[in-house]
């Protein structure tokens, strides 16, 4: 069955949305983007982006709303603006339709009422149709599976942790899958306790392989090991690897289409990067993650110097997560965001007995340890960031969780 698909971006939310306004029917799929933060990068974000709706919150302080909605729609030709605010004096509905945008929703938003005007919009415009079905709706997300880059600017923060722990959670999610690949060194094999036996250098020395779009899927699990949690991991190299002469200077495109194909999600656990290796990567990913420390500034400054080198049209697709983040530590939540010019992500604790037992059974925190604070926080982070279903558990409080 075919159906429209309804590209929505949120932008510059000074509140959760309210639960259950994006859920699609049997005429509208709804996709939901990773939200646009900052006023600045939003109308640089909708060449890549490419929505159908922007969502733009009118109360964000600072920022000149409805002339940002304005500019939008000069840039993206039948892109539709729907304001929300908890202002609804004539002056600002007088802006509103100004700007050209074709709702105006009051606050407290009502989760029917938001989506029925999504709905109303979707229904006078020419949408991207897709297929619908078991079968069909599979292949659909997996060609459309995203390829997240985690990255830090310095070594030691808990990198290829949070990345191990990360994929975990969305390979247990229902109806996803998730993969890993560990470009840094063979950490990644020691957290999940897996000995491979082949690595990318065997995939790239195949390059007769190749096929539209990358490599057959089948052929690249070929050169995985799966974890018991249903992460596949892919590392450089295994005990019977054979290095290739040389790797293709497109490999890392090639192996990025095929991810994206392969699996719901996929973790590329980078190494420290240049200036140089950033401007050729951070084009290829759909999001990253950029794993800073609050206690410790050659952490901040690292982390700076890294997010300078992100060109401003990538700059949405940039997640920054303090990780290992103590009541001790010397730099505030808000000193970090002011130094760094962007809104953190997320925090997460630290419990290093957690990790290091984790470690030392071979299997991720997430897993072994599913009530540990840091476990909740990770999956709360997957769950915002790749809109995983939500659990019970996850529903709970966290007094010291941070995210958004």
Known sequence: MESS???????????????????????????????VEQPHAVVLALPTTEPDILLLDADFPGADVFEIAAQALGVRQNLAVVLVSADNSPENLRRAMLAGAEEYLIKPLEAAALRESILNIAGHRTLRVVQRGAE?????????????????????????????????????????????IALESG?????????????????????????????AV??????????????????????????????PEDFMTALFDTCRRAQSVTFVDFPILTAEEAGTVLPLLDVVLVVTSSSDLLAM??????????????????????????PSDMISREDFE???????????PNEPAVASQAINMGSPFVLTQPNSEIAATVKQLAQVLFRLPVTEESNKPRKRFMLF
């Open 187 to 215: 950490d990644g094999s020691v957290l999940l306790n897996l000995q491979p036996k082949l690595g990318l250098f065997d995939l790239a020395g195949n390059d007769d392989r190749r096929e539209e779009g990358g490599y």
């Open 5 to 35: 698909l309804i590209r929505i971006l949120p932008a510059c939310l000074t509140q959760p949305l309210p639960a259950g306004w994006d859920t699609s029917n049997a005429e509208f799929v709804i996709e939901v983007m990773p939200e």
């Open 301 to 326: 400054r690292s982390t700076k110097t890294f997010l300078d080198w992100v060109p401003e049209e990538l700059a949405p697709r940039v997640r920054v997560v303090i990780n290992r983040s103590d």
């Open 136 to 180: 069909d709706t599979a292949s659909h997300e997996a060609s459309n599976g995203l390829v997240v880059g985690v990255v830090s600017g310095k070594g030691g923060l808990g990198k290829s942790t949070l990345a191990v722990n990360m994929a975990a959670v969305v390979a247990g999610a229902t109806g996803k899958t998730a993969g890993l």
């Open 338 to 348: 002011a130094t760094l010019e962007t809104k953190i992500a997320a925090v997460l």
């Open 218 to 247: 089948d052929w690249m699990r070929q050169f995985a090991t799966t974890h018991k949690g249903g992460v596949s991991y892919w590392q450089w190299s295994g005990s019977a690897s054979q290095h290739p002469e040389g790797i």
